[in-house]
């Protein structure tokens, strides 16, 4: 790798990490403006849902398998379930707690 790509290559990470939670803010700002509190509410509670299925998913098992040079079908089955069962039961609780709680409305069913 000549210094120029490095160079090249780590302004754009430090953009790209710079520019992703400005972006963040200014949609959620942008969104709260156009929604109203009730709408608002509703959505940061699904957007509980899309996170937790973010970072469990991003367990590290995809980029281990992509590293691997030799991987079975056992070991990508085993990975795909792994991923599969961690992210389905604990959405499955969050789930059925959200729909016993006072917190539930009409528009969540």
Request: aromatic share 8%; glycine share 4%; proline share 5%.
């Amino acid at each position: 790798m000549t210094y120029e790509r490095v160079v090249h290559s780590a302004v754009y990470l430090v953009g790209s990490r710079a520019a992703l939670p400005l972006l963040s803010v200014l949609s959620a700002v942008l969104v709260a403006r156009w929604l109203r509190p009730e709408d608002y509410a509703l959505m940061a509670l699904g957007d509980i849902f899309v996170v937790t299925i973010g970072m469990v998913c991003e367990l590290g098992l995809v980029s281990a398998i992509i590293q691997f040079q030799n991987v079975t079908d056992a070991e990508l089955n085993t990975a795909f379930w792994l991923i599969l069962g961690s992210v389905a039961r604990p959405m499955s609780r969050c789930i059925s707690r959200l729909r016993s709680s006072p917190v539930s409305s009409p528009a969540l069913s």
